[in-house]
């Protein structure tokens, strides 16, 4: 039998859609310690990452879930419809409406052992939401578990409802449309699910159901569940709470998940070993849901984590496209970098950060994760970091203007350890890195060229760094022919060769004690760069137009256009950094006067001249 706990009724007042947004968990201190801490403590990594638990005030003897006027009237409309098709005594196998389409009925004494149980319709918002609404009393997500149909079956029912009833729950626009989302075992996705939207909030409805696993599949054998058996099958003893739509009570059929939710804790509802074997990419949800609620995962789920024939499920088995939709969350989240320390501590960063193949390189240094991290850990603190607004380490701030530049940053640090490896040969040579990113998480092609040209650029930009750093400095034409040869991505090339110069300094440091001197030495440079291309006014340099273009300049000099002109066209761009608010007309009065000497000194000297002419022509 479940834990359950009457519910008491005190709708709260309606959220704007502005407002109606997950509350996150903030982590706003210091870098927490790569060793992982044991479940007794009710705070994650040595009180260093803020837990959603420590501000949890439900009552686990008398839990409570105050809805919204919106959540009320969903319900209503739910339990309505339900004891609707109740009253029609139908239970269906396939799509059914009221008035316009055919009914499909089901005896409830059929001996089919796959046909949906006998007896009336009973619904429950299920796992994230419960979880979410005990926490912090909002959530946006709404799954419904249906006891005596699928998702879809209910969807048809609640769309005829209401057509015909729409109007008493404030809906006025007719029938809803109802999704169906067809299960994928392939790609990890074991449920079907139906989908459809009701004043303006997103739900998904499907069947309570049990899973059996045999042992020659990794695809499960889904059939009609009882709430227990639907409670066990799922990821966590946190997620696998129901809220009973008719009893008003909050379920806990696993008799963990309440005091789990309270202490803070991640834990299997099942043996853990037998749960990842199952499924692997559950590793990757609980340590997703570990960083984005600040909760410890116990340790007999962890050891399990790092089962060899687990990681190498995870690694080989489970669909790249799934893996990457669950590692962009967690590098979207609140908390990438506990994310990240979670992966490296269990040894996980190359069945996750790695192309698909059965036996990475042994040598590869994982440790490059854990320095990255610890770096950007510091730089996105927006506590400590800079030290002052005057601080000289000030400007590296404008090289993370959006979070998809936090992302990238952190995507980056994720597929460190490839960083001195590289697939192809010549000008086809692509960072392994890149590789990593786009073959292991399947990353879409815009943050996949965003990864070539960081780790491509390492050492361009090294030298760029160590040039403006020289005496001297780099002057505004050296400057801005750098930003151009990089183009619209120079930040984010910037970023990853501070990131690999960090990484490899701090995996070299014979004492550790020494680090954040030489980090901040580094910093400095790299700050230093980005300050010079600020104050010459060079952030966009990349999309200047030249002031004449390649047909007038052959025009100006008599010749015809060949090998020459980009050398020649780089000085023109060297003229224009040089006069900034200089005319077309003023730039051919500098080559004409150049005249021959335009060429001295420059890229297009001794190449496509009168004399490169003559020669092409005997």
């Not at 998904?204 to 639907?230: C, H, W």
């Amino acid at each position: 039998m479940p834990t359950t706990r009457s519910f008491s009724s005190s709708p709260s007042a309606p959220l704007s859609p502005s407002k109606r947004r997950r509350v996150e968990a903030e982590t706003t201190t210091p870098e927490p310690a790569i060793s992982e801490p044991t479940t007794t403590t009710k705070t994650i990594m040595d009180s260093q990452v803020t837990s959603l638990a420590a501000s949890a005030t439900f009552d686990i003897a008398n839990p409570v879930i105050t809805l919204t006027p919106l959540e009320q009237t969903i319900r209503d409309l739910l339990v309505d419809c339900a004891a609707h098709i109740d009253s029609l005594k139908l239970t269906t196998t396939e799509s059914t409406t009221d008035s316009a389409a055919t009914i499909t009925t089901t005896s409830e004494t059929s001996s089919d052992p796959d046909a949906p149980p006998p007896g009336p319709t009973i619904l429950r918002f299920t796992g994230g939401w419960v979880r979410d609404k005990l926490l912090r009393g909002q959530s946006n997500d709404i799954d419904v578990g249906i006891t005596t149909m699928t998702g879809y079956d209910f969807g048809q029912h609640l769309s005829a409802f209401i057509s015909q009833h729409g109007p008493t729950y404030g809906i006025n626009t007719g029938a809803r449309g109802i999704h169906k989302i067809e299960s994928n075992p392939e790609k990890s996705k074991h449920l079907e699910t139906a989908t459809t939207r009701i004043l303006g909030l997103d739900i998904d409805l499907v069947n309570l159901r049990s899973e059996a696993y045999s042992g020659t599949s990794r695809i499960p054998e889904m059939k009609f569940g009882t709430p227990e058996q639907d409670a066990k099958r799922r990821d966590a003893t946190v997620n696998a709470l129901f809220y009973n739509l008719h009893t008003r009570e909050v379920e806990d059929y696993t008799g963990q998940g309440l005091q789990d939710l309270k202490d803070g804790v991640i834990r299997t509802p099942l043996l853990p070993w037998a749960t990842f074997n199952d499924d692997p990419l559950r590793i990757l949800r609980l340590i997703r849901f570990a960083s984005r609620l600040g909760f410890v995962i116990t340790e007999d789920v962890k050891e399990a984590m790092q089962d060899p024939e687990v990681k190498r499920s995870l690694r080989v088995k489970i669909s790249r496209e799934r893996v990457g939709v669950e590692v962009e969350k967690m590098l979207k989240g609140p908390n990438p970098h506990y994310a990240l320390t979670l992966i490296h501590s269990l040894s996980l960063t190359l069945s996750i950060f790695s192309p698909p193949i059965a036996s990475p390189p042994t040598d590869l240094p994982t440790n490059y994760l854990r320095h990255a991290i610890t770096l950007l850990k510091y730089l996105f603190d927006e506590n400590s970091f800079p030290p002052s607004d005057s601080s000289p380490l000030k400007p590296l701030t404008t090289l993370f203007p959006t979070p998809q530049d936090r992302y990238i940053a952190y995507a980056m640090a994720g597929v460190m350890p490839w960083v001195h490896r590289t697939v192809g040969e010549g000008h086809k040579t692509i960072p392994a890195a890149a590789i990593a990113a786009r073959e292991g998480l399947k990353m879409n092609n815009r943050d996949y060229e965003l990864l070539v040209s960081g780790f491509r650029g390492v050492e361009s930009v090294k030298g760029f760094v160590s040039c403006n750093n020289s005496e001297g400095g780099m002057g505004r034409e050296e400057l801005g022919l750098a930003i151009r040869n990089m183009g619209r991505s120079w930040r984010t090339q910037v970023v990853c060769a501070c990131l690999v110069e960090v990484v490899e300094m701090a995996e070299g440091l014979p004492l550790p004690a020494e680090y954040e001197i030489n980090r901040d030495r580094i910093l400095l440079r790299y700050a230093g760069f980005v300050a010079a291309v600020e104050r010459e006014g060079l952030q966009e340099v990349y999309d200047l137009k030249a002031v004449i273009n390649g047909k007038d300049l052959a025009r100006a000099l008599g010749r015809k256009s060949g090998p020459w002109m980009k050398g020649a066209l780089e000085k023109v761009f060297m003229w224009q950094m040089r006069n900034p608010g200089g005319t077309r007309e003023e730039a051919k009065a500098w080559i004409a006067e150049e005249g021959e000497g335009f060429f001295v000194g420059g890229e297009g000297e001794g190449v496509g001249g009168k004399e490169g002419e003559e020669k092409k022509g005997e």
